[in-house]
């Protein structure tokens, strides 16, 4: 009887063991997901910032080509506002569709995609 409930405690142990193990790789797993994702984020940022960077100094040569071929300076401007209208108009109507769904697709594609050395395991 008594080796009986030494095996059962055994069985506890181990059990409490197994618990404090998942639990721990649990953890670990969603601090993994949640810093790819944050970095993947913050990697997005900065190239995006990079790029406007880009598109704005482009932006003004283009302006500036476009006043001294059509000779006002003011007209090259406002024909390049007027593009970045018309594309903000775009982006705002098709926001849904071309933004967020994208956006939000990606980030669950992320969160739930399997590592390879897992599926290998």
């Known amino acids: 009887m008594e080796q009986t409930f030494v095996k059962v405690e ?4 181990h059990v409490r063991e197994y618990l404090n193990t998942k639990t721990a790789s649990v953890k670990l797993g969603a601090a993994a997901k949640s810093s790819k994702v944050l970095s993947n984020f913050f990697a997005g940022v900065i190239v995006g910032c990079i790029f406007l960077f880009f598109l704005v100094f482009v932006s003004i040569a283009a302006a500036y080509a476009l006043s001294a071929w059509i000779g006002k300076l003011y007209a ?9 209208l018309l594309l903000g108009i775009i982006a705002w109507k098709g926001r849904e569709k071309f933004l967020r769904i994208p956006i939000m ?7 739930f995609k399997k590592d390879e050395k897992n599926e290998q395991d």
Do not use: C, K, V, W
Request: glycine share 16%; no cysteine.
């Open 76 to 84: 090259g401007f406002l024909i390049i506002s007027g593009i970045y």
């Open 10 to 13: 055994e069985l506890a142990d």
């Open 105 to 111: 697709n990606g980030m669950i594609r992320q969160l």
